[in-house]
């Protein structure tokens, strides 16, 4: 389940105690997730990179209109872990190497992940 704190996602619920949960931040190099530019077409599959590195995505298109400071949502794609129009993001660098046909971008999350006092979960299934 989406986990949101601060006005963005923070991570998902990967397992759960009588007495609380354990989340998965949206940076840990496990996490990987779809989403979608507030006002572009694009999609792109966002990885953490660890609590210190934030976000990446790697292979976007050089045709995308992408400028750091655009945010990105949640793309809510068929069986994906969230609902579509969840904040996570604003790109905060755009590398683009002489030649290639491909962008590769850095994010800062929405959400303070260092000062979280307070989530809401998300009660969300899947389509499947």
């Known amino acids: 389940m989406p986990v949101v704190a601060n006005g963005g996602l923070v991570g998902t619920i990967i397992s759960t105690t009588l007495h609380g949960s354990t989340v998965r931040l949206l940076t840990d190099q496990r996490s990987q997730f779809g989403t979608t530019f507030a006002k572009q077409p694009s999609s792109v599959i966002i990885s953490g990179q660890g609590l210190n590195n934030g976000l990446a ?12 400071g655009m945010m990105v949502f949640t793309d809510g794609l068929l069986g994906g872990l969230y609902p579509a129009g969840l904040p996570v993001a604003r790109v905060s660098k755009v590398r683009l190497t002489p030649g290639a046909a491909t ?11 260092r000062h979280i006092f307070y989530v809401d979960v998300v009660l969300w299934e899947p389509s499947t």
């Open 57 to 68: 995505a790697a292979n976007v298109p050089i045709t995308s209109n992408i400028r750091p």
């Open 103 to 113: 962008y590769e971008l850095n994010f800062r999350p929405t959400a303070d992940l």
